[in-house]
Nanobody, 124 residues
Framework: VQLQASGGGLVQAGGFLRLSCAASGRTFGIDAMGWFRQAPGKEREFVATIMWNGDSTRLTDSVKGRFTISRDNAKNTLYLQMNGLKSEDTAIYYC??????????????????WGQGTQVTVSS
């Protein structure tokens, strides 16, 4: 599975961006996809996840009410709508895909494939 993330950029605080992640290759069997982010000098952290079949989603507390994760199975594409952006959202955002049945999908170990990352910079 190959993942291509896009949509990052520079935005002012309070603004919005929509990230996309296109999956290609052997996408059959994907159970869940997610977004992670890594800010400078910090460890990678979970942002959001969505089951590939069904509507179950999960978001980290700091983005609830501002970010929405969604998917388009027909296009094999994952999205992250980010509204009300804050300076602390500045990071490289990575999409990931999981083909394993995991108890949860909130750690990097739950995912098997990763995209290259897209930079999001929020100016205050």
């Amino acid at each position: 599975v190959q993942l291509q993330a896009s949509g990052g950029g520079l935005v002012q605080a309070g603004g919005f961006l929509r990230l996309s992640c296109a999956a290609s290759g052997r996408t059959f069997g994907i159970d869940a996809m997610g977004w992670f982010r890594q800010a400078p000098g910090k460890e990678r952290e979970f942002v959001a996840t969505i089951m590939w079949n069904g509507d179950s989603t999960r978001l980290t507390d700091s983005v609830k009410g501002r970010f929405t994760i969604s998917r388009d199975n027909a296009k094999n594409t994952l999205y992250l709508q980010m509204n009300g952006l804050k300076s602390e959202d500045t990071a490289i955002y990575y999409c990931a895909a999981s083909k394993g049945r995991r108890l949860g999908y909130t750690t990097g170990l739950d995912y098997d494939y990763w995209g290259q990352g897209t930079q999001v910079t929020v100016s205050s």
